[in-house]
């Protein structure tokens, strides 16, 4: 039996472990310390951004960017159905409503005149995905944001590094919130950011996570500190910023080995029939968190994930089904419209094992295995038809 192929590797190196080991040894500030500062100078410097504000995860960034823009009950936050389930749990921790709109075909991004469509008066924030490490249509949606005096807040967790046209993502909207979670352009393990320019919004998530404290400097005061509003322990720690630090020193290579593997396993599927690769045409750069197919519906998809396994190769759908459609959600009458696209591109999608030290051998080996999948999956769907229906 070959090698397993998995989904993601970290591409951690003794950079990471040096860090790990300086913050550790140091034998103070393992929580507040000087890695959490050094990430964030880094992370403003590497973005362009005047405040970048660490916190736990992804999650807790997206909950405190609603939290610093006053969403809260009664308010309405249009998202994807098509993302991360996380995208519309913030919107649900901070008391307010997601409305679910579609997306664009190709880009598979929120469709601005979708959200033109879903805006109401009791809408507190527009918060869009940019998927699989592409951008959406990122400045409609800012010009409609904008026109509407609604906060624009892109969820970037999948998306460090990419742009639209130029203009790096998680700096288009008012605030982003960026993930550092294990697959994700640059991993810390768990963790995440808020990035803004707003002076006011990156004071409340300080606040926001860390007690509703006015100051940071808490163990090395003397007094108990001022407690200014809620706030809950969401902090990064030394530890963990400390691998950010150094994450960040190579998060260029890093991009860099996933565009040229995606590259690479985009000629070898090139002449697979039915199978269309996710892209950032026309739009900006791609930095391929997930690489991901889109099958025509005359394709299997469970066949090709077999075919898959059977070579020790991992695949996953995200997403399947869209947010709207989880039990989570789907009993909850939010007032959105249908999701047409949502629904067709949920059935079609596969994501295929990516990182940036993919090599060449793995790569000709997921396409042999795709390429095998599509064959048996276009059998299976001419004798039942597509999605079921029997065919003659
Ligand atoms: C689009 C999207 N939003 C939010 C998140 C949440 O990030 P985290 O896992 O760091 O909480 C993720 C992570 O998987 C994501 O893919």
């Known amino acids: 039996m070959s090698d397993s192929i998995p989904l993601f590797e970290i591409p951690w190196d003794q950079r990471d472990v040096a860090n790990a080991v300086d913050s550790i040894t140091r034998g103070g500030y393992w929580a507040n310390g000087p890695y959490v500062e050094a990430f964030e100078d880094g992370l403003e410097e590497y ?175 003397a007094d108990s500190g001022e407690y200014v509003g809620l706030g809950t322990n969401v902090r990064m720690s030394d530890l963990v910023a400390s691998i950010g630090c150094s994450q960040l020193e190579k998060v260029d290579d890093l991009i860099a080995g996933r565009r040229r593997a995606a590259e690479q396993l985009s000629t070898a599927l090139a002449d697979v029939r039915g199978v269309e690769p996710h892209t950032a045409a026309g739009r900006g750069r791609h930095v391929y968190q997930l690489y991901t197919v889109t099958l025509e519906p005359n394709v299997d998809r469970a066949a090709v994930i077999d075919a898959l396994a059977e070579r020790d190769i991992a695949s996953k759908v995200y997403w399947e089904p869209g947010v709207h459609r989880t039990r989570a959600y789907r009993e909850r009458d939010d007032g959105s419209d249908p999701l047409p696209v949502t629904e067709d591109v949920t059935g079609r999608v596969l994501s295929l094992p990516m990182h940036p030290e993919l090599r060449s051998h793995e790569i000709d080996r997921i396409a042999a295995g795709v390429r095998a999948g599509v064959e048996r999956g276009r059998a299976t769907v001419s004798r039942i038809g597509p999605r079921g229906t029997p065919s003659n």
């Open 47 to 221: 973005l362009g951004v005047d405040y970048a504000v660490t916190v736990n995860s992804g999650t807790t960034a997206l909950v405190a960017a609603l939290t610093a823009h006053g969403v809260g009950d009664g308010d309405e936050v249009i998202v994807p159905s098509f993302t991360f389930i996380a995208t519309a749990n913030a919107v649900r921790f901070v008391g307010a409503t997601p409305v679910f709109a579609d997306i664009q075909r190709e880009a598979y991004g929120l469709d601005p005149d979708a959200v033109a469509d879903a805006i109401s008066p009791e809408t507190a924030a527009i918060v869009p995905v940019h998927p699989y490490g592409a951008p959406c249509e990122i400045d409609a949606l800012a010009d409609l944001a904008a026109d509407t005096g609604v906060p624009l807040i892109e969820d970037a967790a999948e998306a460090f590094g990419a742009d639209y046209r130029g203009q790096t993502l998680g700096t288009i909207g008012d605030a982003a919130a960026l993930s550092f979670c294990q697959n994700k352009v640059l991993p810390t393990g768990e963790g995440g950011a808020v990035v803004t320019d707003d002076d006011d919004i990156a004071r409340r998530v300080e606040r926001y996570r860390s007690h509703g404290r006015a100051s940071d400097e808490y163990f090395d005061s």
